[in-house]
Structure formats: structure tokens, C-alpha cells
């Protein structure tokens, strides 16, 4: 089992940028593809950004291509979602993900962390 704690979510205006982190603990942190997801008021959990054990294959939503970057340190055992050029409907908490497939559905995934909420101003 591994757990999962986010950080770096805050207010941002528009344009602006923020980088979450999600620290992993428990089982070895390099046998898990990691993946970010996010979720607004009102709607369904949506796939953001994923990236593989080495870090040789990273895909996105095309909503946030050229403005995100998921990155990840295993030595420090951590992930991480560079946000550049935010937008209004970026709002959402954004939850990091742990598992042992490339999936984008959110059911599909085992553990979660507690999210991290992310808000940009017009």
C-alpha cells in the first residue's frame, strides 16, 4: 500500500502559475504510474496528467497540453504538476494518484491522496 499527500494548491490569477507536489510513502515509490486527476464543483473526476515508472512516457488532457508538465523524482519520492498559463476553469482539487497500470479513468485507480484545491481568478 502506498500513501499519498498533496501540496501547493492555493489561489492564482489567471495567467499565473502554481507547482503541486505529491509525496508518496510506504511501498516502493518507483513500482507505481503516476497520474494527477481533478475534479470541479459539480462534475465527474477527470484525468489531468500521467506519467510512467521512468518517466520515458507522460500524456495529458488535451485541455491543459502545453500548459502542464507532470514530472517525478524517485529519489525523493515524490510527483509533481508544473501549472503554467492558468485559467479560470482549471479550478478544481487536484488528487495524485497511485497504481500499477496507465489507465486514465479515475475508477480505475487504487490509492488517492486527500487533494489539494487549486483556484484561479479572472
Known amino acids: 500500500q502506498v500513501q499519498l499527500v498533496e501540496s501547493g494548491g492555493g489561489l492564482v490569477q489567471a495567467g499565473g502559475s502554481l507547482r503541486l507536489s505529491c509525496a508518496a510513502s510506504?511501498?516502493?515509490?518507483?513500482?507505481?504510474?503516476m497520474a494527477w486527476f481533478r475534479q470541479a464543483p459539480g462534475k465527474d473526476r477527470e484525468f489531468v496528467a500521467i506519467?510512467?515508472?521512468?518517466?520515458?512516457?507522460?500524456r495529458y488532457a488535451d485541455s491543459v497540453k502545453g500548459r502542464f508538465t507532470i514530472s517525478r523524482d524517485n529519489a525523493k519520492n515524490t510527483v509533481y504538476l508544473q501549472m503554467n498559463s492558468l485559467k479560470p476553469e482549471d479550478t478544481a482539487v487536484y488528487y495524485c494518484a497511485a497504481g500499477a497500470l496507465i489507465l486514465f479513468d479515475s475508477r480505475q485507480w487504487d490509492y488517492w491522496g486527500q487533494g489539494t484545491q487549486v483556484t484561479v481568478s479572472s
Open positions: 506519467i510512467n515508472r521512468n518517466s520515458a512516457f507522460t
Open positions: 510506504g511501498r516502493t515509490f518507483n513500482n507505481y504510474v
